[in-house]
């Protein structure tokens, strides 16, 4: 079965799209089978993968809250192995919709389960919101991957967060892992970003990737022409660190089977 990630923090603008198009387009230019579902109203990930907001096209919102499966809204994208589940901002009704219905937290996580096996990776970009549409994504999940930005209030917030992955934990979902923090926006030239990282890594330790996210105009770009950044410009910084990220989190995941025949 595909690994389940989600992509949450609940403050806007810190990367959770940008990571979750050229995370996933780069697991899949590594030859691994790539799910990405847009959960946010804004589409983001949609336009940012070339597609328009088609009215007649079926998205995450009629399998959340209607009778239509994952499997018949899933587009394939430019990037070959990379596929996506759209969205648009009728999703927004969700959250109001998905109060009246039966096991409203485990509706994307019971559409989820009938294709999760095609995938290696699937990938949930979640609202900038502890909503429904986040604790859906948190409780169809393996793991959460948080990207934070190198910036004086990286940490706000961040602490309302952990607290409602605990309760997912406690609840809806035990077996809940942090895949990793990751740090965004990182400017080398500053020592407010310097000093923010390092912050950053005293406190949360291992739990923080190697890897780290620049800020790059080529990576800013690239959504405005419905192109992951390995399409748009391959050789720019932007591109070669999610390339890294996503040998760091194939890395981590051989360690991962390691540990558990090691312990079987």
């Given at each position: ?136 994504a948190l409780v ?14 990286a940490l706000e ?75 748009y410009d391959i ?30």
């Amino acid at each position: 079965m595909g690994r389940v990630i989600a992509i949450a923090n609940q403050k806007g603008g810190v990367g959770k799209t940008t990571t979750a198009i050229n995370l996933s387009a780069a697991l899949a230019a590594h030859g691994q089978r790539v799910l990405l579902i847009d959960n946010d109203p804004q589409g983001n990930a949609t336009t940012g993968l070339g597609f328009t907001k088609d009215p007649a096209q079926p998205k995450v919102y009629e399998a959340l809250v209607g009778d239509h499966d994952l499997e018949s809204i899933i587009l394939p994208t430019a990037v070959y192995g990379l596929d996506l589940v759209p969205a648009d901002r009728n999703l927004v009704a969700a959250n109001i919709e998905l109060l009246e219905l039966d096991g409203r937290e485990f509706r994307l996580r019971d559409k989820l389960a009938r294709v999760q096996h095609k995938y290696d990776y699937v990938f949930i970009d979640c609202p900038p919101a502890l909503d429904l549409l986040t604790l859906n994504a948190l409780v169809a999940a393996d793991a959460v991957l948080i990207p934070i930005q190198c910036e004086f209030f990286a940490l706000e917030g961040i602490s309302q967060l952990f607290d409602t992955i605990d309760r997912v934990r406690a609840s809806l979902n035990p077996a809940l892992e942090i895949e990793g923090i990751l740090l965004t926006m990182y400017d080398d030239r500053t020592n407010l970003s310097r000093q923010v990282a390092a912050d950053l890594r005293e406190f949360f330790a291992d739990e923080v990737f190697q890897t780290v996210i620049p800020r790059n105009v080529r990576l800013a770009e690239a959504p405005s022409h419905g192109q992951p950044v390995i399409l748009y410009d391959i050789r720019s910084v932007g591109a070669q660190s999610y390339i890294q990220l996503a040998k760091e989190i194939l890395r981590n995941a051989n360690r991962r089977l390691a540990a558990s025949q090691g312990t079987g």
